[in-house]
């Protein structure tokens, strides 16, 4: 399916929750272009308070905003409709949990918004706040977009589904992610700022330029993740350089010194409905199996996660690791998010895993632990220990 | 970003890390990338090697070279003390002297015994005062393997241990040392023990300083979580033993290597004959690895295999849509093509496997040596947890308490107190656990035995038993549409199911709504479901000529045993309406008219040709090849002796048949005493040899109505990539002799297969064999025929107890069909159904013959749920079972998310045998740990959420108010706060 399907709304046969999005994407793919343009009016903000003038308004910032709040409460009806398709809260499958995964960027971005007050601080700030909103809208549209890629049929929730704990496990943990996300996007523009800085600047060594291309380049969906990223900020750096306005040393250290501060701020509002989530499947395992932890690799993988976050608010807290080394951390971290988000299915020990609810064509083997062994029962009569009910 | 705005005021959540900390921990990066000179002037050069050794040369306060000797020898002894203490373990409990991981890991825990005493003996007054990642590694991963072993050396003591605490209570803990002793005696590796004690004693005495300086390094914690971020992971990235197997379980080495000998010189082409429980782990272990490997040499799917659809797919598909809904059509799309890459994609991580076969085959055997592949429950790995909790409980207490306490620690306090009880509870789950399967059936005597990890050979006692009062699963409500007209007989494929509940919409049938848009020409809504439903004699309406929709029918009064029934017979094609039985099968019996029969295979004018003969011929077989032809199930007939060639150079022959399967005599063929055609019909089943493309070679038996793949039992078959259904043809296979009843100009008749035709007069007996008695009540031409379908309120439920899930009766349905929906046309009709054939109350034909509904509860898939009343007894002294009063039935129900305890035990449903209505597969647990670590885990959020989210409201607030403070304050105190 091409992107422009994404966007077609008139066409037959949608499904109520399949329309509401395509309305989602309309609405991101305007508001990725308002976050642009609210982007350049805080950058001759900037420049005329520099200048000693009168800054203005900014109206595009305002407009942006007010379209992040459309695109959630759409996206939102859009859910809801899906929980009446198919009957129970939508994160059975993969393309409905990827929906979910996209609302709860917007719900992410707009906590931020509000947490960070980077608008407040200044202009300079201000624009990062913009990117982030833009990269996310463009995020929300690619994550719609690769859900036209899966399955959308109705599949009915197994017994060890139908829990109390399924919509919050799931919905802390994706909105966990989100952040977390939304921080790991920060790595990333960070790293995509550094390496054209030592590009088009100078300062740095090849080794690292080569480390940091490397590190860029191989994650897994690097060309939907990092590519477009690196490619964009190229371009924007390359346009300075052309208006040879590109920043001092000074100023690309304070550029890196906020965007320290804002990816551990994303990180701060995640880290805790990540913990939370993680342990709600624990308590919902042990309501289900009597087995708390059952060393299910999806299980390892979300703990792993977690561990590399730890690693990273040891290293801050107590090491006073800032820049470079803490956003590779802090990287890393996204980076296990995303493969245990998306790529769990092909690590070795997933094969037999508990989890895979969501892979298409896959069936549950959740409650199901004994059955091979049933066949043994049939074959074999119990142990008799008592005659009273003969 | 200089916009005139200092960052530095944004008010920061975080701690500024303190200062003194930060320069003597975490010196400035600068200085950091700098080498950190060692006690002897010698860089460290941040190699963890070096710095080991180096510290080890502190340590003992003797030369660098002399340190490496020493360790040497160490190693050596120590490897020579192991295997002793191996050669008398040997002679004392018989163990194999072969296995290549208890001799390693004997010889680091020999080394461990030997390192210890000497080094407590050699250690100087004075302690390493510079540490680093390196060194810290260097040190953990040696303290580490020295854990390891003592957990080796140990791990006798400890089952043994395990099995006398079975049903002795506390108690049996102080038993078990004189047990041990008298039973199997002391021993060199309880020497061996307390030497290590002894040891170890003096040692951390000695340390009692160092010790907490050590493991409240910033290098120590963030190392500790690293290794065990890094053993978990090992634990993701090599497949482990089946988590819910016995945790001493290992992979029999010896065997793995007897097979792989014979397997090398096979050409790695055929398993050998002895398969072993290794080899199969081996094979799933090859598997996921060649699966993970293939995927991360094709980054971003380049070169992978990618197939499209054929044009007549895409027909297929069209029509599909078009029946059954755009999304349903794109789904299957998706499904197709993802079946059709797969397939290829499956090839060639076979081919990549079969390249790769030693290098995979030694991966394993690293694996199974180091214990990768049970890495959670191998004593290296509590080694680990042990040193991460002793680290977090040094960090924990540090200071005064009142520190502990104030808003800046309590969070970090709070969520390593969390993680110390979580440890804490996860060693105890670990000491204790025990997990099993108890098998219950409903009407058997109560059981106190279960198969401990689902072994039979591990029969565990409980000290009580448990009986099955109500054991009940409940499918989802769901309905099948079939389209009856030319277009749709095209498709091949089944027709997709859709669950119900109350107020669902269904649309179908795209047509065109004249603007150049679609419309669904079938609407279908759930008015009504309820667990309950009566079913009565249909409502029979006859029809005038030329009137259209009507069906010819048979009401005919069936007395069998004693019993007399109504029992009406449609003239539908016999799929739709399945023929009369008697209880000895002597007879079948179908109802047809020529030309009305809507759904009917062809019009046939000759009563005789509905009586097929086709030698062998016994049901229908839906084959569908994963990623082969066009990946949708086919239909094929099912004919003894005939081969069918499958998509992708698959073959299939149908080798034996019965109808009457018993699990316990047929094997690889039915071994039935009686011929196909006299055996009675209760369990149909086919044998089918399926060739592969490569030769592979499978003999499946196949049982109507039961899908392998829906009971995930799919993966274990050797061609797992064919999936068959079968269903057995009540009508065209071998049984019983056939009678028709058949509408013509003369009326109604009876034709038997022989060509005999008797005239049917209302009221007598027909001419059938056996001793049911048939008399036709009435007969007519045409007939509308709804089944008088009533659906019955929910019994009120009395103290929470849900009585209607464990009705096995008929469940009901009320659907508002409406033709034409939207349109002046538009015809509505409320249609009750039962999820019971009687009065063919399952089915509903559309009045203009187009569809015809089929409303069922679905269990070709995991069902809506399982429920089970336990009973619990206790002995008596005259060694009987009394019950023990635990309540009413909804304080003794389990369901999958809702456990029955009792004294300590924790059973939950995790089995049910589709075969066995009556059996429910109760999971057993004795974990006396799951509260300590659930405390833990709260309490880790719990200090999550403090440190992460309030802690910094907190001092924001804090620092409004004092700047709201110091505003109001004259400008001189501000000033000097200022400076």
């Not at chain 1, 996310?136 to 049929?153: D, I």
């Not at chain 2, 108690?171 to 040891?199: C, H, K, M, N, T």
């Not at chain 2, 005939?642 to 094997?667: C, F, H, I, N, W």
């Not at chain 2, 833990?936 to 959420?945: D, H, N, P, S």
């Amino acid at each position: 399916m091409n992107w422009i399907t994404s966007l077609d709304v008139t066409a037959d046969g949608l499904l109520a929750s399949t329309l509401w999005l395509r309305v989602t994407n309309v609405l991101c793919l305007v508001g990725a272009g308002l976050a642009v343009l609210a982007g350049l009016r805080h950058l001759r903000q900037r420049k005329a308070v520099q200048a000693g003038r009168e800054a203005g308004r900014n109206l595009w910032s305002g407009s942006a905003l007010l379209v992040l709040g459309l695109a959630l409460l759409v996206e939102f009806i859009s859910i809801w409709n899906r929980a009446v398709e198919v009957n129970h809260f939508p994160s059975q499958t993969m393309s409905e949990v990827l929906v979910m995964f996209s609302f709860s960027l917007l719900v992410s971005m707009l906590v931020l918004h509000f947490a960070l007050k980077l608008e407040r601080i200044g202009h300079g700030w201000a624009i990062v706040d913009d990117a982030l909103l833009a990269v996310v809208f463009l995020g929300v549209l690619a994550t719609n977009h690769y859900t036209t890629t899966l399955s959308t049929a109705q599949r009915d929730l197994p017994p060890a589904l139908q829990s109390y704990w399924f919509a919050p496990h799931l919905s802390a943990l994706i909105f966990s992610y989100a952040t977390l996300g939304i921080a790991g996007l920060v790595c990333i523009i960070y790293f995509a700022m550094r390496f054209w800085s030592g590009v088009f600047v100078g300062g740095k060594s090849v080794g690292s330029q080569l480390v940091v291309l490397a590190g860029l380049c191989l994650i897994p969906f690097a060309q939907i993740v990092t590519f477009p990223i690196l490619i964009a900020v190229g371009i924007v750096f390359l346009a300075l350089k052309l208006l040879d306005s590109l920043p001092a040393a000074k100023e690309m250290a304070a550029t890196e010194k906020t965007m320290d501060q804002v990816s551990y701020r994303a990180f701060s509002v995640g880290i805790p409905f990540l913990t939370a989530g993680l342990f709600m499947g624990a308590f919902w395992a042990q309501e289900a199996w009597a087995n708390y932890w059952g060393w299910d690799s999806k299980e390892n993988s979300a703990l792993i996660t977690w561990l590399i976050y730890v690693i990273y608010v040891h290293l801050r807290m107590l090491g006073g690791y800032r820049g470079e080394k803490a956003m590779a951390v802090l990287g890393g971290g996204a980076l296990s998010v995303f493969l245990t988000f998306q790529i769990f299915g092909y690590l070795p020990d997933s094969q037999k895993s508990l989890h895979r609810y969501t892979d298409d064509g896959v069936t549950p083997t959740e409650g199901m632990q004994g059955q091979r062994v049933s066949d043994e029962s049939a074959r074999r009569e119990p142990a008799v220990v008592g005659d009273e009910r003969r | 970003m200089d916009d005139g705005t200092n960052p530095s005021s944004m008010t920061s959540p975080e701690p500024t890390p303190h200062p003194a900390k930060e320069s003597r921990v975490t010196p400035e990066p600068s200085n950091r990338s700098a080498p950190d000179p060692g006690a002897y002037g010698r860089p460290l050069e941040g190699r963890w090697v070096s710095g080991t050794a180096l510290w080890a040369a502190e340590t003992c306060g003797v030369s660098l070279v002399l340190a490496r000797v020493g360790f040497v020898l160490l190693a050596l002894g120590g490897l020579a003390l192991a295997t002793a203490v191996l050669i008398f373990d040997t002679a004392l409990f018989g163990a194999p002297l072969s296995d290549p991981a208890r001799i390693t890991f004997a010889g680091l825990g020999g080394l461990g015994i030997l390192a210890y005493p000497m080094l407590s003996l050699l250690l100087p007054s004075r302690a390493r005062s510079h540490w680093d990642f390196g060194s810290v590694v260097g040190a953990l991963l040696l303290l580490t393997f020295l854990g390891h072993g003592i957990g080796a050396l140990i791990q006798p003591y400890w089952e043994f241990a395990k099995a006398a605490r079975q049903g002795g209570g506390a108690s049996a803990w102080l038993r078990w040392p004189a047990a041990y002793q008298s039973e199997v005696g002391f021993g060199a590796r309880g020497f061996a023990i307390l030497l290590f004690v002894a040891a170890t004693l003096p040692l951390v005495w000695m340390l009692r300083r160092e010790l907490p300086k050590f493991f409240r390094s910033m290098y120590v914690g963030v190392s500790l979580v690293t290794l065990s971020l890094l053993a978990i992971g090992l634990g993701v990235l090599v497949p482990q033993i089946d988590g819910f197997e016995d945790p001493t379980a290992r992979v029999d080495m010896e065997a793995e290597y007897r097979d792989f000998q014979a397997f090398q010189r096979d050409g790695y082409q055929k398993l050998p004959a002895s398969l072993q429980d290794g080899h199969e782990q081996y094979q799933a272990f090859r598997w996921a690895e060649g699966y993970f490997l293939y995927h991360l040499l094709h980054l971003y799917g380049i070169g992978m295999p990618k197939e499209g659809l054929t044009p007549r797919m895409q027909e297929g598909l069209e029509v599909f849509g078009k029946k059954y809904g755009l999304e349903e059509r794109d789904n299957r799309e998706k499904q197709m093509l993802a079946a059709f890459s797969g397939r290829e994609k499956v090839n060639e991580i076979g081919a990549f496997i079969h390249r790769n076969e030693p290098a995979f085959w030694r991966f394993f055997q690293l694996s199974t040596a180091l214990e990768w592949n049970r890495t959670y429950k191998s004593a290296w790995f509590t080694a680990l947890m042990t040193l991460l909790f002793t680290a977090i409980a040094f960090n924990t207490f540090k200071g005064k308490p009142r520190q502990w306490f104030s808003i800046h620690k309590f969070g970090y306090f709070t969520v390593h107190t969390g993680m110390m009880i979580l440890l804490l509870g996860g060693f105890w789950s670990k000491l204790h656990t025990d997990r099993g399967i108890l098998h219950l059936h409903l009407d058997m005597p109560p059981q106190d035995t279960y198969w401990g990890h689902y072994d039979p050979a591990k029969e565990r006692s409980m000290p009580f038993a448990l009986g099955l009062d109500h054991f009940a699963r409940q499918d989802w409500p769901s309905l099948e549409v079939q389209f009856l007209d030319d277009e749709a007989q095209s498709l091949t494929s089944r027709p997709p199911t859709h669950t119900l509940w109350k107020g669902r919409p269904i649309e179908l049938d795209l047509v065109d709504d004249g603007a150049g848009g679609l419309r669904p020409r079938v609407r279908i809504e759930v008015v009504d479901l309820s667990d309950r439903a009566q079913v009565r004699r249909p409502v029979v309406r006859e029809l005038g000529a030329g009137q259209p929709g009507g069906l010819a029918l048979a009401a005919l009064v069936v007395a069998d045993a004693g019993r007399e029934r109504e029992v009406y017979l449609p003239a539908v094609a016999y799929d739709l309406s399945p023929p009369i039985y008697d209880a000895d099968h002597s007879f079948r019996l179908v109802a047809m008219n020529a030309g009305v029969a809507p759904g009917g295979d062809e019009m046939q004018d000759d009563p005789l040709q509905w009586f097929p003969s086709l030698p062998g011929y016994v049901g229908g077989l839906e084959v569908r090849v994963v990623g082969a032809g066009d990946g949708a199930p086919h239909t094929l007939a099912a004919t003894l002796g005939q081969t069918t060639e499958l998509p992708g150079g698959y073959s299939m022959t149908v080798v034996d048949a019965t109808a009457d399967l018993d699990v316990k005599r047929d094997k690889r063929r039915s071994a039935h005493p009686l011929p196909l055609e006299e055996q009675p019909l209760r369990g149909p089943a086919v044998w089918l040899d399926l060739v592969g493309p490569d030769g592979r070679e499978e003999r499946r038996a196949v049982v109507q109505g039961i899908s392998a793949k829906d009971l995930g039992a799919q993966a274990s078959f050797t061609l797992a990539e064919i999936e068959v259904r079968f269903d057995w043809d009540e009508w065209g296979a071998p049984g019983a002799p056939r009678y028709l009843l058949w509408w013509s100009d003369a009326g109604c008749e009876l034709i038997a297969e022989t060509g005999e035709r008797t005239p049917v007069e209302l009221g007598t007996e027909l001419p059938l064999p056996g001793n049911m008695v048939v008399r036709p009540s009435a007969t007519y031409e045409s007939a509308t025929f709804v089944a008088d379908v009533t659906l019955l309120p929910p019994v009120e439920a009395v103290d929470g107890w849900d009585a209607d899930f464990y009705h096995r009766g008929a469940r009901g349905v009320v659907l508002e069909v409406t033709l034409d929906p939207g349109t002046a046309a538009a015809t509505t009709h409320v249609v009750p159904m039962a999820s019971t054939d009687e009065f063919n109350a399952d089915r509903w034909v559309a009045p203009d013959s187009s569809f015809v509904m089929r409303f069922f509860e679905n269990d070709r898939m995991l069902p809506f749920e399982w429920r089970s009343v336990l009973q619990v007894y206790e002995q008596e002294d005259s060694g009987g079972w009394k019950p023990v009063d635990l309540g009413p039935e909804p304080a003794r129900e389990i369901r999958v998310n809702d456990y029955f305890k009792y004294k300590g035990y924790r059973f939950f449903q995790t089995n049910a045998n589709p075969e066995d209505p009556a059996y429910s597969g109760i999971g057993v647990v004795y974990d006396p740990g799951i509260p300590i670590v659930l405390v833990g885990m709260y309490t880790v959020i719990a200090g999550t959420v403090i440190t992460f989210l309030i802690r910094p409201i907190v001092l924001a607030r804090r620092e409004r108010r004092k700047l709201a403070t110091l505003a109001r304050k004259p400008a001189k105190a501000a000033a000097e706060t200022t400076a």
